[in-house]
């Protein structure tokens, strides 16, 4: 079943380049290959600092596999110093019986 991500992530005062950085890291080809079909990463146009993600994967398996690759990971344990906020939605679509 697809799998949907959408992430929210607003850098801390003054970390706005370092976050978008590390972001950039993390758009590694190998995500096609992990089972990611749709990707796109954007800095918000609303609200300055902020970047937001929306993907969708083939499975949940997919993802969570994903997430424990080394760059993901390394990433990760970068996170709280980067972000001031971060939102996360996982799900998968259910369709109607």
């Not at 800095?43 to 993802?63: L, V, Y």
């Not at 080394?70 to 344990?77: D, I, Q």
Request: aromatic share 10%.
């Amino acid at each position: 079943m697809p799998l949907t991500v959408i992430a929210t992530l607003r850098a801390k005062q003054g970390l706005e380049q370092a976050l978008f950085d590390a972001l950039k890291a993390l758009l590694a080809p190998t995500r096609a290959e992990a089972g990611c079909v749709i990707y796109d990463m954007h800095r918000s146009t609303e609200e300055p600092g902020t970047f937001k993600f929306f993907e969708i994967w083939e499975s949940r398996p997919h993802w969570e596999a994903h997430m424990q690759t080394p760059h993901l990971t390394a990433f990760a344990a970068r996170q709280a110093e980067l972000a001031e906020s971060w939102e996360l939605f996982v799900g998968e679509k259910v369709e109607a019986p």
